[in-house]
């Protein structure tokens, strides 16, 4: 009867472990954001249907962060081009 034990008792320990280190962590990762978030707030709840958030795009953007967006999309304009380009040069391969 005692060598079986030594089989089964770990196991069940960790059936019944694992679910609750996954609550617990769970709620102490939701606390944790609801305090963070400030009074009043949902925590990790970002995205609500009724509430429009300024984007990168607003007329509010400073200047520096406005030219280095442009210098951006302009570094990306470029690499696109270039994979375009290499991948038109590239004489088809027979099969």
């Known amino acids: 009867m005692m ?4 089989m089964v008792v770990p196991f069940v320990l960790m059936a019944l472990l694992c679910p609750l280190m996954m ?3 769970i ?10 978030s400030g ?15 300024g984007g990168v795009e607003g007329e509010g953007m400073p200047a520096e962060t406005r030219a280095q967006r442009e210098g951006l999309d302009r570094l990306v304009a470029r690499g ?4 375009d380009e290499a991948l038109t ?4 391969q027979p099969n």
Request: proline residues 2%.
């Open 23 to 25: 609550v617990g962590m």
């Open 27 to 36: 709620v102490g990762g939701w606390l944790f954001a609801r305090g963070r």
């Open 39 to 53: 009074s009043g707030s949902h925590g990790m709840m970002m995205c609500h249907s009724g509430h429009q958030h």
């Open 80 to 83: 696109e081009a270039a994979a």
């Open 89 to 92: 040069d590239r004489e088809p």
């Open 3 to 6: 060598d079986w034990s030594f």
